[in-house]
């Protein structure tokens, strides 16, 4: 633990701040949610095979098509002051890269995807889902690895809205990623053997 994260962490009350943040020593396992440090352990192994699968086929998609860019954590993406996420999956389309800089993202990006985890989903459920919301994601997936589930919101007059609900056997489309749709099948499947 550096010196800079042991400051940090002896003061509770406080609102931290993106300038707080950034003297984490790199790699720190945590995002500014609401002006609070948040522990974001490794994820498991299962989070990691759903996240590459999906990333590599909208990688594949994006990229066949020249759509734009598909990101994956931990990349910052700062929305405000004290809100500063990595979100498992993003994309930026072609004609707003100019979001993308060299130590962070600057804004929203188009599509955000979080893959719940225990220690995760409250946050991407309530507090992110709402910056998300307020800073214009036009599309905001929400992957359940225990309910083997995707949900799809879209951006409709600064609002989010139940798009799609799939779960255990389906297929989502993107509205933002031209063309771009995937079955549960493909997100879910688990090469790991069983507990």
Not at 35 to 54: D, F, K, N, R
């Amino acid at each position: 633990m550096s010196l800079a994260l042991e400051e940090l962490a002896l003061t509770k009350d406080r609102i931290y701040t993106y300038d707080d943040y950034r003297q984490l020593p790199e790699g720190a396992p945590y995002q500014l949610i609401g002006g609070e440090l948040v522990l974001t352990p490794a994820p498991t192994s299962y989070h990691q095979i759903i996240s590459a699968g999906l990333e590599f086929k909208m990688m594949a998609h994006v990229t066949a098509n020249d759509l734009g860019m598909v990101l994956n954590a931990p990349l910052d993406v700062y929305l405000e002051k004290t809100e500063t996420y990595q979100p498992d999956i993003i994309f930026v389309s072609r004609e707003r890269l100019n979001i993308v800089k060299q130590e962070k993202i600057e804004g929203a990006p188009d599509l955000v995807v979080e893959i719940l985890s225990p220690s995760t989903a409250y946050y991407d459920l309530r507090k992110k889902y709402r910056v998300y919301e307020k800073h214009g994601v036009r599309e905001y997936w929400i992957v359940d690895p225990e309910e083997k589930s995707i949900q799809v919101f879209t951006l409709e007059a600064g609002r989010f809205k139940l798009d799609q609900e799939v779960e255990k056997e389906g297929e989502v489309r993107s509205r933002v990623i031209d063309g771009f749709s995937v079955a549960t099948t493909d997100v879910f499947h688990n090469p790991l053997p069983e507990k």
